[in-house]
């Protein structure tokens, strides 16, 4: 039997730590506008896992940025740690930043989504490119 695949995170004050198990559902780098304001940056890299995929231990405070999008953050140090995703037939998906995952490098991004955000000055990477959504 294999090791499950595991990675750890959390806020920048450590107060929000969080564990993943097995391989993300997919992931990418968002550039619409309310993603650029809420992380303080030109763009959001992001991995999607199963909320059974996802434990986190630590007092964190939401916020809905959008129907059905919330977006969980440390109520100390003010970090974004993941978000909870709700479509309409009930499915939840959480997003964790790419940031808050205790070592980088292990993930790189399948597709971009809201080019038409992007900076300028911002190289798209070698993969599909959505100018707004990603669609299945």
């Known amino acids: 039997m294999s090791e499950p695949f595991l990675r ?6 450590g107060a929000v730590r969080f564990t993943t198990t097995g391989r993300p559902r997919r992931g990418g780098l968002c550039h619409c506008l309310t993603c650029r304001k809420a992380h ?17 231990v630590g007092k ?13 953050f440390c109520g100390l ?13 009930g499915d939840t998906e959480y ?28 190289r798209p990477m070698d993969v599909p490119q959505n100018r707004r959504e990603r669609r299945d």
Do not use: H, K, Q
């Not at 763009?43 to 896992?49: D, G, L, Q, T």
């Open 60 to 72: 964190v405070t939401a916020w809905e940025s959008s129907l059905g999008y919330l977006r969980y």
């Open 8 to 13: 750890a995170g959390g806020c920048a004050c």
């Open 40 to 56: 303080a940056s030109a763009f959001n890299p992001f991995v999607v896992f199963a909320p059974a995929s996802v434990e986190v």
């Open 95 to 122: 997003e964790l930043s790419l940031g808050s995952f205790d070592e980088p490098g292990w993930f790189t991004p399948e597709y971009e989504s809201w080019t038409i955000r992007r900076e300028p000055w911002l």
């Open 77 to 89: 140090c003010g970090a974004r740690v993941f978000a909870e995703n709700r479509d309409e037939s």
